[in-house]
């Protein structure tokens, strides 16, 4: 049977990975839902290519544009924020694949799961704002989170089998970013376009920028945590700049497993919108015959302070990784924009955790308000 796949970001780097994958196993999957914010155009393209039951187009000056050309289609078009609620609450898919960037991803995704469709989570800003809430609704739903985050895919999949037995650690590998080695009198001068390109992956630019100030492995502690029920300190980051190991776990015995390859999201994109089945696929194998080296090192926490800030809010809980995400969402795309440096990055999202209150156990709600006043204390610093 096919399984039918709505793709929430479907014109971004997950999404259009997706699609390439949906489209080499067109036996298997189909794409019935596909999202985009802004890019009408690569979402006109998508749907002509793989005719889904609908489409939504966040912005909603768009609608019309999007609505014209595909009026020779069956295509249902939807707009605005509202809709990706609307549509993620229809039946006409099987599976969601979370790939909307950032807190934008939280609400459809807590509205497929209230409608019983199992997920393929890339978007890790949901589990950091409120991942408590979304795994109790996923339990009483019973509904599948499977992760997408390569790292997360990995832990996954070490657990694959393993019942019941004992965690003793996870060790999350960092790529270490393009700024590894750096140290701050460098990191003050770096311009965007530097930070943008990441040593081993190719990803939207929010996540690039997150992977270059180490926040990225901060927000996917947090993200592990909910994912696999673990305590904040049975989480552990290495550096391991190759990015062919992408996590391990260790058991209480002491054994070790590890998940490897090329660093090649279409894999982790594969795994979860397939599992349980492995499926065959033609993406490059890694080739142990090369004389690779392997490394793994600490990360430098005097200099990535993100991490710091990150692990602090992990232990602290309730708001705080709430407040650090939407704190570290303004503060990037102020710096893409130019607006602030690099350093400052970091200087935002500790003022805004530190003036935000604090509440144990939020309601969703709660987090809600909890991610508005941050931003808006946020911008006010950056407008300064
Ligand atoms: N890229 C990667 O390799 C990895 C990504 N992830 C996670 O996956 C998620 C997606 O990342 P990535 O694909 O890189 O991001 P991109 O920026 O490439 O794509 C984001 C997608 O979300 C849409 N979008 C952006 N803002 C909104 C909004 N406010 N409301 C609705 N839709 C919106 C975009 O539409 P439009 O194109 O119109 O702007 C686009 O379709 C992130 O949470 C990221 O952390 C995790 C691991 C790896
Ligand atoms: C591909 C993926 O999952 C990203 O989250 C990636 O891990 C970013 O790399 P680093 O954050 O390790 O630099
Ligand atoms: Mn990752």
Redesign the pocket.
Known sequence: MVKRIAIFGSTGSIGTQALDVISAHADKFSAEVLTAQSNHELLIQQALKFNPNCVVIGDDKKYHLVKEALASTDVKVFAGEKALEEVAAMDCYDMMLAAIVGFAGLKPTLQAIENGKAIALANKETLVVAGDIVMQKALEKRVAVIPV???HSAIFQCLVGEGRNKIEQIIL?????PFLGRKPNYLVNVKRDHALQ?P??A?GAK?SI??AT?M??GL?MIEAKWLFNLKPDQIKVMVHPQ?IIHSMVQFEDGSVKAQMGL?D?KLPIQYAIAFPQRIPSDFPRYDFKKPNTLTFEEPDLRTFRNLVLATEALHKGGNMPCILNAANEVAVYAFLRNRIGFLDMTEVVEQALNKVAFIEKPSLQQYYESDGEARTFAASLIQM
């Open positions: 985050d390569s790292e590998t960092a790529s270490g970013g990441h081993n992956w990803m996540i997150d992977s180490l990225n492995k996917e990015s660093p999201m």
